[in-house]
């Protein structure tokens, strides 16, 4: 499918927000002053924010947006529409009661965890319910979102917590083995996510297999139209391997280096983080490029 730009943005950024708020609010990361406490919150909600901003950016009337949390009883959309919205919220009274009382509430907290792991859920279930999508339609596709927003949470963790106490955080070792696990759900997913194919034919697909091979005589349009432009982008296999690698390379190798090397230094950790963050970009893009949607079989293509 046709990746688009503002959607990439949305899964890395939210992702990385909701990931961060549930290292927050299992109070794995532990705030010096009630100045720092505001700025690791902050920096969450200023993600998630971002992310959802940016979600609405391919919508042809985003003032319409709110109409999609109505279905939350059917729609993977639109449950994560109402728990990104709750969460949020849950998010910033936990910080605020945290500013207060100087001390973060461990219900509160617990709560925004949870619910933020489950909002990351919900996002990559949005793409993981379709079966029309087979690179999608994988039991891993849901883990790999989670641990790609669990690694980098742990990272921006790490990264805040040198610049606000000094030294090597305490959460090195965890970021280190969470990218370390991101890694192996990306590798295993990437190998066998829609590796057996849509399980469709153009043969079934138009009911004439019993009359045998179905070839496309002709182009049903004179030129591309719709499902075409965004149902059928083709990205080429060894195209596709290098992306692969780069993405690791930027999303898994170099953070974790920066990790063992300078795990005290606040600048290269920052920069860390953003590669990491760039990393994760190339990965929704494959992700998106990917993906074979089962109405091509109807333009001539197999998968």
């Not at 319409?64 to 529409?81: D, H, I, N, V, Y």
């Not at 709750?86 to 709560?111: E, K």
């Not at 379709?130 to 990272?155: C, D, E, N, Q």
């Not at 280096?257 to 963050?277: F, N």
């Amino acid at each position: 499918m046709r990746p688009a730009f503002s959607l990439i943005v949305f899964t890395t950024l939210s992702g990385l927000g909701f990931g961060l708020a549930a290292i927050i609010g299992l109070g794995l990361i532990t705030a010096p002053t009630t100045f720092w406490w505001m700025v690791y919150n902050g920096v969450a909600l200023a993600l998630i924010g971002a992310g959802v901003i940016s979600s609405t950016m391919h919508l042809g009337h985003p003032e319409r947006a709110w109409r999609a949390m109505t279905q939350w009883r059917s729609s993977w959309l639109s449950r994560e529409g109402v728990l990104a919205a709750l969460t949020t919220i849950l998010l910033f009274g936990f910080a605020v009661d945290g500013y207060i009382n100087g001390a973060p509430n461990f219900a509160l907290g617990v709560a925004v965890a949870v619910l933020s792991l489950v909002t990351i859920w919900c996002t990559a279930m949005i793409y993981a319910s379709l079966k029309t999508v087979s690179r999608w339609f994988h039991p891993l596709t849901p883990f790999m979102f989670v641990g790609y927003a669990l690694a980098g949470g742990l990272i921006a963790a790490v990264t805040m917590d040198a610049m606000a106490n000094g030294g090597a955080s305490v959460l090195t070792q965890p970021a280190l083995l969470a990218l370390l696990s991101a890694a192996i759900v990306a590798l295993i997913w990437s190998k066998q996510a829609g590796a057996e194919g849509s399980g469709s034919t153009p043969e079934s697909a138009t009911g004439l297999g019993a009359l045998g091979p179905v070839r496309m005589l002709m182009p049903p349009h004179s030129e591309e139209n719709w499902l075409q432009h965004e149902m059928g982008f083709v990205v080429a296999r060894k195209h596709a391997e290098t992306l692969r690698k780069i993405s690791l390379g930027l999303a898994i190798v170099l953070p974790g280096l920066a990790l063992l090397a300078a795990a005290s230094s606040p600048v290269a950790l920052l920069v860390a983080a953003l590669i990491h963050v760039a990393g994760v970009m190339v990965s929704r893009w494959l992700f998106f490029a990917e993906a074979k949607h089962t109405v091509t079989l109807y333009y001539g293509q197999r998968h």
